[in-house]
């Protein structure tokens, strides 16, 4: 019964979220469980482009450290703004929503070139908290019961709050510049005077994809409504 109500669950969660998310926590099982290590798995140029080892593009943003506190809290960011973004502003857009992981990723890895960064699954998990947050500017986010501010400023206190951990901002920063790039040209750009949309879904993308509405006359609930972690009294990021 148990694992007939997992899999409903499972299942009606929407397929780029579930794939995405899937594949981290598999990725991180298979390394604690020393099927795989993490030397096998990191950003390295050198090992890409020379010894051809280019799975290390996609497996440097599958994990996220050993299971603990930062793994969860990432993978708790990383499954709910997905598939906020995923059920909302891409609704219907399942090719468009691909895109924008590639076009994230891509952007990623030639700034990873850069820094000395190994995973960027962290900083990919900031770029999509990132453009929720400019698409849903009046969301009201309440952090921890302390902070109480307008989305936008939502990847900003992640950054903060990594620097009081005593992380690296490097990652936090990468993930917001990344964010804003996408944002800008796919939302802000196109309606300039003399703009236009520099980014387009490649077609063999919407084939694959895009598949038409079961219900054209569905109406999603608003953004809105989830907005920040529901752990205790009113919309939390904490508890």
């Not at 050198?46 to 280019?54: P, R």
């Not at 990847?155 to 903060?160: I, R, Y």
Request: glycine fraction near 10%; aromatic fraction near 20%; proline fraction near 7%.
């Amino acid at each position: 019964m148990a694992y007939q109500t997992f899999r409903q669950e499972y299942l009606q969660v929407p397929p780029v979220t579930r794939a995405y998310t899937t594949a981290c926590v598999f990725t991180t099982a298979a390394v604690q469980l020393e099927l795989i290590t993490p030397f096998q798995l990191y950003f390295n140029p050198e090992l890409i482009f020379k010894h051809f080892q280019v799975w290390r593009l996609i497996t440097n943003y599958l994990f996220f450290g050993p299971i603990g506190f930062n793994f969860l809290f990432n993978m708790i960011f990383l499954y709910r703004y997905c598939r906020m973004l995923e059920e909302g502003s891409f609704r219907g857009r399942t090719a468009d929503f691909v895109f924008m992981f590639i076009f994230g990723g891509l952007l990623m890895t030639l700034f990873g070139l850069f820094v000395n960064l190994v995973f960027l699954g962290q900083a990919f998990t900031i770029m999509l908290v990132y453009v929720w947050s400019r698409r849903n500017p009046y969301v009201r986010m309440n952090f921890f019961g302390l902070l109480i501010f307008q989305a936008p400023f939502l990847p900003w206190v992640l950054m903060g709050f990594s620097l009081l951990l005593g992380n690296s901002i490097i990652v936090d920063l990468l993930g917001i510049a990344v964010g804003h790039i996408y944002f800008f040209l796919e939302d802000v750009f196109p309606n300039q005077p003399g703009g236009g949309r520099l980014l387009r879904t490649p077609s063999v993308l919407k084939a694959i994809f895009d598949t038409p509405e079961d219900d054209p006359n569905y109406n999603p609930l608003p953004e809105e409504r989830p907005g920040g972690f529901a752990w205790g009294e009113g919309q939390r990021l904490g508890g």
